[in-house]
């Protein structure tokens, strides 16, 4: 890094804490503080969340998945697009649940259930939100540890400091320091000010990377280069990869329409009409996020694999093996061994089309890998096992900003820190929200014995922000992850997402769900998460030898694999000493189906009565606010505008962004690129060159063209909108009522005027 990168660095982000400090002066009550006081426009929730979209660990995430699995499973990921554009255009969930006004989940469940349920569910989520996200600073702190070749200590006072904790320690202070300044108007102000950053950064990425990666001499060999049934770039030819395979597909698809609601922090939208259309200019939005880390895994995927870098790759691959070696293997004696049988490795001379494709199990990074564990199992450390899938864990996540600080020339280092940097903080301060939020409305603020003033208010959420913040210190600091990121968070989340998908849904959309019912959902899902969670943690130092004492490895194993054998390939449950045989896809895809069957059940046996929907969603008589309430009819002309979610609310801009969106999603992407693909490859199969090509058009150069029109548009409605959101909270006067209390499955703010319509 040169002083005109720190300067590229260090002066944008002053201007983001900037404008933190001047939404300071508009937090007039508790709802500006908690929901913005509900007047964001479209295009700032939109814009604003370009940047909460990016993040570090999302990127990293990403990698590890398409590093493993390459981008050949994306093309099945098509199939989702029907039913993610119906659920886009109609608002699903997302319109109903800013009809009931409440500032968050939690109110919404007492509102909806009991009052016991809001803090139970509450406390659920903010466990289960809180685990899954705490290693994201761990995440970001490491990251640029290894781009900037920072050393793990230093010296301060004659004492050797972590250089990891002292970074945790900054990232977490910048993202409370926001959310104390102005909570979510500082989060969603600087979140906009940052997406418009990031717009011109990733455009200039994504030619960078294009550019130096020529697609026809380097990429598409490079992907080519996989043994049968480990394709990645050829969707018909991935029946032998595991974790991120079509299965994994069939679960996004579940938790799509099952989990669309689960992690709302709170709508800060002028209304659930202005709400739907963030979230349909959102989809638009997600293209280019996706390109942005497609091109940087292209990036990393060919500079690792290709001959031409192979002088490169070796480099970056000693250099992440000695830092994880250093990080985590406290033995000198040991560590110094790994690092010396590392250095042995020579660079690779593997020439693609000659010598034998690469697969999941040997490929160029497996000499480093089994030197690794060899010399763990050599020198008899005591949980071998277990520091190899640490060790493995590690390696793979931190090759990303090796391969960045390795071919990025000065000026674009200084750009792609903050880049990264700007990602980090937005993601970093929403997460610590929403945890914060959910805290301290939904427990704290129940069980309060009188009514807090703002002030008061306002500061109980600054503190259980600040505690939460010590939690993810805590976590990133003691805590070793020893899976991908996705399987991880998708194994930990699903203690709060194993059962609250039916609870979320049913509440909005059903009158016969009852509390019951939701108790049922919630408790078996906790309980099902435990034990995956126990048995994904402990298996390779706990479960495994607990088995091969009892020498029951190969009767367990033959049992799983009977169970899995009907889904073979895409289900394989074989006996493993390091990771368990089940993944977390597989564990929470079982966890979902049993809460929602109980959900349904438990409700049916216990509804009493039906429950009053219309006065949750301030509809019919209940309105309070004057909004149109009417939806077009099923009538054949208006059918079409119907599956669209054209309603009356829609002005002419919004119709035309609503089928614009539809036409490209839908007719482009799905019809176009996926339907009529698939019928003409079930007649004559593209050659794996074609693939290529296909690829090149459809996942860059088409969502490239969509990216540049979408940062014009976006960043003009950004700063429109910004000025408006302004001026509305300098006009707004503060309810102090509006505080996310309920009264009899009323909000306090509500209730005097929602019991004199019952009355009439």
């Not at 080519?224 to 990645?232: E, H, I, L, W, Y």
């Not at 019928?679 to 090149?696: K, Q, R, T, V």
């Amino acid at each position: 890094m040169q002083w005109y990168d720190w300067l590229i660095v260090l002066i944008p982000t002053a201007l983001v804490f900037y404008m933190g400090w001047t939404a300071k002066s508009y937090v007039k009550g508790v709802a500006d503080f908690l929901s913005m006081g509900r007047v964001c426009g479209r295009y700032v929730m939109c814009v604003a969340d370009v940047a909460n979209a990016l993040s570090i660990i999302g990127l990293v995430a990403y990698i590890e998945a398409q590093y493993k699995a390459g981008f050949a499973l994306t093309f099945w990921q098509n199939i989702m697009l029907p039913l993610s554009i119906l659920l886009s255009l109609t608002g699903y969930v997302y319109f109903r649940f800013r009809e009931t006004k409440a500032m968050s989940i939690g109110q919404f469940l007492e509102m909806r259930y009991s009052r016991s349920l809001r803090i139970f569910a509450a406390a659920l989520r903010s466990i289960s939100e809180i685990f899954a996200n705490m290693i994201m600073p761990a995440v970001g702190a490491r990251f640029f540890i290894y781009m900037l070749d920072l050393p793990q200590t230093f010296n301060f006072c004659g004492l050797q400091v972590p250089t990891f904790m002292v970074l945790l320690l900054i990232i977490l202070a910048m993202a409370l320091a926001l959310i104390c300044l102005g909570g979510s108007l500082a989060i969603t102000i600087t979140d906009a000010i940052q997406g418009m950053v990031c717009y011109p950064l990733v455009t200039l990425f994504i030619v960078y990377v294009l550019w130096n990666y020529p697609w026809s001499s380097e990429v598409v060999p490079t992907m080519s280069d996989r043994v049968a049934g480990q394709s990645f770039i050829n969707p018909y030819d991935l029946a032998s990869l595991r974790d991120f395979n079509l299965f994994s597909l069939v679960v996004a698809i579940f938790v799509l329409f099952i989990h669309r609601g689960s992690w709302i922090v709170t709508s800060g939208a002028k209304s659930a009409h202005e709400h739907k259309m963030a979230g349909v200019l959102g989809a638009w939005r997600g293209t280019f996020n996706i390109l942005l880390y497609v091109v940087i895994t292209i990036a990393v995927i060919v500079t690792l694999n290709h001959k031409n870098h192979a002088e490169v790759a070796r480099t970056i691959r000693l250099e992440v093996s000695s830092k994880v070696a250093d990080e985590i293997i406290a033995d000198k004696n040991v560590r110094d061994a790994v690092i010396a049988n590392i250095k042995k490795i020579p660079p690779h001379n593997h020439t693609i089309g000659v010598d034998k494709p690469l697969s999941h199990e040997e490929n160029l990074d497996t000499p480093y890998l089994q030197t690794v564990h060899k010399t763990l199992q050599e020198n008899n450390v005591a949980d071998a096992n277990a520091k190899y899938q640490e060790f493995n864990t590690l390696y793979h996540q931190l090759t990303l900003p090796m391969v960045m600080r390795n071919i990025l020339p000065g000026g674009m280092m200084g750009l792609f820190c903050l880049l990264m940097l700007l990602a980090m903080l937005s993601t970093d301060d929403t997460r610590i929200f929403s945890a914060a939020l959910t805290v301290a409305q939904d427990v704290v603020l129940p069980l309060c014995p009188r009514q807090l003033s703002p002030k008061e208010h306002i500061m109980m959420v600054r503190i259980v922000a600040l505690s939460i913040g010590v939690v993810f210190f805590c976590g990133s600091y003691f805590m070793a992850q020893l899976d991908y990121i996705n399987l991880f968070v998708t194994i930990v989340a699903s203690m709060w997402m194993g059962g609250c998908g039916p609870v979320i849904i049913f509440g909005l959309y059903s009158r016969f769900g009852t509390t019951q019912g939701a108790w049922t959902s919630l408790l078996t899902g906790l309980f099902l998460a435990g034990l995956g969670i126990f048995l994904q943690r402990n298996w390779a130092d706990l479960v495994y030898p607990a088995m091969q004492s009892w020498g029951i490895v190969d009767s367990v194993g033959a049992v799983l694999a009977a169970i899995s054998r009907p889904f073979n390939p895409y289900i394989v449950w074989e006996m493993n000493p390091v990771k368990c045989p089940i993944n977390a896809y597989e564990f929470y895809f079982i966890n979902m189906l049993i809460t929602l069957a109980l959900y349904c059940v438990v409700s049916k046996l216990t509804c009493k009565e039906p429950f009053n929907l219309d006065r949750m969603l301030h509809r019919g008589k209940y309105s309070l606010d004057g909004e149109i309430k009417t939806t077009l009819s099923w009538a054949p002309k208006n059918i079409l505008a119907k599956l669209v979610g054209i309603t009356p609310e829609y002005t002419r801009g919004d119709k035309f962004i609503a089928w614009g969106f539809f036409f490209y999603s839908f007719v482009y992407n799905f019809v176009i690129a996926f339907v009529l693909v698939v019928i003409w490859n079930a007649f004559m199969p593209w050659p794996i060159e074609w693939w290529g090509h296909y690829f090149l058009v459809v996942t860059v150069v088409i969502p490239g063209i969509m990216t540049v029109i979408s940062m014009v548009w976006f960043m003009i409605g950004g700063i429109i909108d910004l000025r408006k959101l302004f001026r509305d909270l300098a006009a707004r006067k503060a309810n102090d009522l509006d505080n996310g209390q309920v009264e009899g499955n009323m909000s306090l703010a509500d209730k005097a005027e929602l019991e004199s319509l019952d009355k009439e």
